[in-house]
């Protein structure tokens, strides 16, 4: 990122117009046109212990069974109104079966097959769909290596919004958003927006090394983030409360059911999307992030914030340290066989090594440095040197 | 509407897949296409005391100024990017000089100039834009009677979002929503179908009479809505917050101003949108909403959920009374002259007086009628004998 | 009041030493000492239909049942560790048995005995108690014509704050208060006087007539308030919740339920104890305040606060309207036989009557008078002329 | 703590009626009464740089300044009436000059010379105070090292509850309590029980090593708590706020302050007393805790709770770590002639030691033992290794 193209604002981010982000190894841009992408719609995770992952996304997070048999849960979040924005699915490995999204028209799915075939993808189209409730629908192994899922057709349920006598403290009203891991940032940006996403945050250093990407389609910072680390693997799925306390109010659940081992990571307030956060963790290990107010991010030109990735308030604005897992750990994905997709060494410099790792650093004033990092948290900003 | 076209909730409202409203006299469907409108984006409020009302929007709601001069105040709330997003002008009489939309293209202000001269209404192109901050633009006396503007190009200027030592305990951070009389809401309505809106609530009775419908460009429950009364006038200009308590924070922030006059109604929850609101009264009565927390409706498909009249839960979620002046008075609007619009009498049902008036009647639960209002309140209900 | 005894407030109220209150017909202060009360208990409520007033208590507001059988239900909130703080007890005419108040050590039962029997009251004691766990208590038909009792021996429970996987998000955590309706307000707050308590607010005219006072054992703003009516009679019991969204949560709910109408009024801030609030009324019509965050009164020197019968923000500190008959209505107290205590007649003016009604009037800026009342409320504010 | 004393609650710690904390090295109690203490009223700071912390207590946390002139800054939060609830004073090393306790009646002044003297402990009373705004007062080194003031004569101030226009989005309203760091924590706690305190909580072993204890006057879960450690120090003071949104809101403003490395810890829901918490550090390193929403705990039989020191929700009930300076660190505390007293080291073992160092362990479910520490965050949890 060149310095002459972006902003410096009082907040201590960068603004610029386009997204700030070069690809060395592009994949190539289809002539075939995109899919026109509503939003980030339902994930499908293979669990190992179906009983078990139900009760702790219904018993302990609140999600309303839409419908379910022996193999399957399909669960909703409250303002929901199609059948399903989370599929439990029993299996051997725990891992992400589909990214799923819904598209504006049916004739969409033409065009995703179009754009994907065109990309020498493996292309799997079902007219009865992948997943009950869910009608003619498109699965590929995308150029990344992530199981994507497009579908317009979808069975309607009622929209839970009003039945406040259904609600519990830490409510989720809606699915925010997914974040992928993938190796190569730039490359899998570049390929994002030619799929018809729009970059609205980032996370870079000087030398122009990018960490993360967050990309829009839906109107809010993103439908999907792409972190940089081995993958392609899923980071997190994110849903949404009306407001921090109902955040705060599934720790202390957790808490009363002695479950606190299952918060990985917050609550806090990011500096990236501004919004307010907590990271669990569910029985296998997949991440599930509760998430609250972000911004409006629907204009054409709205400016994308780019992220020192030596500022300590990018990831946690209190300041907080990310723990190690955070970087680290992440979910498998699936191929449209079912077999855990290969994982790949990120190359780049890693967030965490460059920024709480032993030659790694971080400030909350960048004028001081390093400086001014809490004497108190020395310990563990420096938690690197054990890994 | 029919009934077969619609599907009684659990909540009690009903949902259909079309607005189920038909104009009896439509304005004809122009040939030219509508311009692409991202969103309600600003609105320009004639005021009397320019002092006066500074200091209730700055002061009071805590709006920053984004530039001003003698005779006018250019503001917005802590997450808008664009130069403002509400203009107060001096003026010789209380009223709205315009509904300020954002299209997606430069373009598309060449198809709302076709749109609207095909529509046989005023219309006044500017390059250099009617408001400072603003670039080229297109103001419009719609065939309803407002003024509306249009315009892509804006000025940047920092998004405060990030910046919580500014924050008030009742922060505003985005313009919501208009909310505009009119007298025949179905043709209000068909018309603005015509211009890309979707409606997502209204409010009916069994005759079919329209009160109100509420319809959306961006995807919340709306960026205006059409209110049944004597038009055209201004019924409100909204704001958001992030949570509730900072709607509370507002109201207790006015108490402690001794200024608990300019509370019209609420705080509240609303049936129609779900959302939390709350209503005040500028210095020269102009409404101003303040407002969270409605669901997303972005989805073409999104269920149009229509609202009984009777039903005393659809204007308040909690069985609140509307106090009247809230259906009977509203701003004037003004020609691209300046000159305030006559105002025009509904001929239709009027919705306070079908609802609390002498003759009509509301319900909690519709299955047992009248009787299920609540004793203690008659006398609030039926103040519709005292106008 | 006389004007030198009390310093205005930037706040629009007055503070004074000493509870600025003079009874002009005294109850005679007892040569026994009073019983050392620690806070108000528990009330027993007389209801007619003793499981449609259970699902209002436990279903609707989730209050916990500690014990239960076919007359009667026991049932506490969440921070309780005593037995219970609300008893349903199945009888023919809905009504109070009993305003109980915790007692600090058994021997201020003997105290109790001689302080009440000097006044030349009912005495009643039972070793046993009067309801399941509690022990040793007294019981009066004070001369006031309230069933008071007081104990100090009691059943311990599990206190169940931490059990976050209990909560609501309406959740009541403390009893907070009682409030009596009496017809003298002076003579009642003497009385109080004598038994111990402190007067922290009160509100007064300028000709000194006392429309109400609060008063406290606990340091909160009270345990127990005298509004001056036709008494003896129950005005309503308070339970407390953590948050306002809390309160919120509570009456969207009853919307949800189709039972807004048992909403009597608000939520609002009181300006009086400065709380926020919401009235509902039960089954049987028993009125019950949820509230929140009041202040600490602890000190022997607490500033007593008294307001201004004709400021608008007394009662509720955003202006809005008390409905007439949160003024008008309240339940039955019993005598030890269980029979209704006769009604009294209030003689001095009411407050509806001199704030609302045709005569009266009320202000929100002291020096604007009448003319500072929204015009768009003066229908309801009016109401009184139509009772 | 013989285990036949306590009982298991359904949330995982114990509950006993007295506490159960046994001095091996008691103070012999004075047979002079103590004297009747009322609450903690105000703390006096020594601050290096005055203006830098005037800073920090004004315009970042938003007390109110009282009174100023060189030297000294005397601060209130919001609902206080008294002149002070916290005192900055300029000097050469930052300290604590005293923890002051307001007591009931002018004469309790006599019962502290007399209960101190009678314990051998230096005693200075001041007729016209130790600070602006304060009478008559006492001034002790306590048996424990610690500068103790009392006092009853004060100034009165405005009481700003009702100012709202005042209110920042973290707004302070109480002082709530102290925390002192003390070497013998069963030592500590029979002085202060000797003193009228009452112990509400406290953090044991098996072997009934007593972490730290906490404890009341009014009823709330404490006035100040003793934390084993070298001492006498000032582990930290206390204000609260209403809500848990008010303190998020603090984190937020630091972060737009760039002043994020002033959080020590938390935000969290503290296990101990049930609170939601956070710790900051002024800019001498004083540890300011901001807290909200204990439970009322004025009954003498209110039972006692203990926490299991291997309990990982004991001191956070979410089970995020404990930062390691947050039981290291603390400020100094002067004698009555301003020198810092000496610093006694602890010989019981130290609570970071037996949870988070190389040989201690915690535990989310007791059954399950160390297996139940959440995996992620071993490398936090061991930090003890590397101190």
Not at 109 to 116: E, G, H, I, T
Not at 118 to 124: A, K, N
Not at 248 to 258: F, P, S
Request: hydrophobic fraction near 35%; charged fraction near 25%.
């Amino acid at each position: 990122m060149s310095t002459n193209d972006k902003t410096l604002t009082s907040s201590g981010f960068y603004v610029s117009q386009e997204a700030p982000i070069h690809a060395d190894h592009p994949i190539p841009t289809p002539s075939a046109p995109a899919p026109d992408i509503l939003r980030c719609a339902y994930m499908e995770l293979v669990v190992t212990d179906l009983q078990r992952s139900r009760a702790f996304y219904v018993d302990v997070l609140g999600l309303t069974v839409t419908e379910e048999d022996e193999d399957t849960v399909h669960l909703r979040s409250l303002e929901e109104f199609i059948h399903h924005n989370l599929v439990l699915r029993k299996g051997p490995v725990a891992a992400v079966a589909a990214f799923s999204y819904r598209v504006r028209t049916p004739e969409d799915l033409d065009k995703a097959v179009a754009f994907y075939t065109e990309l020498g993808c493996r292309v799997e189209r079902r007219a009865e769909g992948f997943t009950t409730g869910i009608g003619d629908s498109v699965r590929v192994e995308d150029p990344l290596g992530f199981p994507y899922e497009f579908f317009h057709d979808v069975d309607h349920v009622e929209r839970l919004a009003w039945r406040y006598d259904l609600y519990t403290p830490g409510a989720l009203v809606r699915l925010d958003h997914f974040n992928q891991v993938t190796p190569d940032v730039p490359r899998a940006t570049k390929f994002m927006q030619d799929l018809g996403f729009r970059v609205t945050e980032d996370i870079q250093d000087e030398a122009g090394t990018v960490y993360a990407a967050w990309m829009r389609r839906k109107p809010t910072v993103h439908d999907t983030a792409m972190t940089g680390g081995d993958g392609p693997r899923m980071h997190h799925v994110a849903f949404s409360t009306h407001e921090k306390h109902n955040i705060l109010a599934i720790c202390d659940k957790l808490g009363a059911l002695r479950m606190s081992d299952r918060i990985e990571r917050g609550p806090g307030r990011h500096g990236v999307s501004n919004a307010f956060y907590l990271y669990l963790r569910d029985p296998d290990g997949h991440r599930v992030e509760i998430y609250t107010q972000d911004y409006y991010t629907g204009d054409p030109d709205n400016p994308v914030v780019t992220w020192d990735v030596h500022d300590n308030q990018r990831r946690d604005w209190w300041g907080n340290p990310v723990v190690p897992s955070w970087y680290t750990e992440a979910s498998l994905v699936l191929d449209l066989d079912g077999t855990p997709q290969k994982v790949v060494a990120r190359t780049d410099a890693s967030e965490m090594a460059v920024t709480i790792g032993a030659d790694g650093f971080s400030y909350t004033r960048p004028e001081e440095g390093e400086a001014s990092m809490p004497e108190w948290k020395q310990g563990e900003y420096k938690l690197g040197h054990q890994l």
